[in-house]
């Protein structure tokens, strides 16, 4: 059973940092691109970062000099370091992977997600 834990999130004030973790069990971690998304009241959900298994990095636009992903394949975890946090970085973020099935099918895996609210 594949499981997605996020930790880190809390309230910061503008400017500020934050560390996400996602811990990840069920899965060969090392073989698996990692994803970071983030979800804000009343809008979609959205990619905000992703890292292959080879420690390549994306970054969404607006987070790109400011976040950094990364990730320990020894400890199945997958981090978030949040600097220069702006008010519309509030929202909940998610740690997410995914596989293909034989079908070419992709199965995605969330975690529970953890809120971060940047507010003075």
């Known amino acids: 059973q594949v499981q997605l834990v996020e930790s880190g999130g809390g309230l910061v004030q503008p400017g500020g940092s934050l560390t996400l973790s996602c811990v990840a069990s069920g899965i060969s971690f090392g073989f698996y691109r990692m994803f970071w998304y983030r979800q804000a009241q009343g809008k979609q959900r959205e990619s905000v970062a992703s890292?292959?298994?080879?420690?390549?990095?994306n970054y969404t636009d607006s987070v790109k000099g400011r976040f950094t992903i990364s990730r320990d394949n020894a400890a199945t975890t997958v981090y978030l370091q949040m600097n220069s946090l702006k008010p519309e970085d509030t929202a909940v973020y998610y740690c997410?992977?995914?596989?293909?099935?034989?079908?070419?099918?992709?199965?995605?895996?969330w975690g529970q997600g953890t809120q971060v609210t940047v507010s003075s």
């Open positions: 997410n992977t995914y596989r293909r099935t034989v079908g070419n099918v992709n199965i995605n895996y």
């Open positions: 890292i292959d298994r080879s420690g390549s990095a």
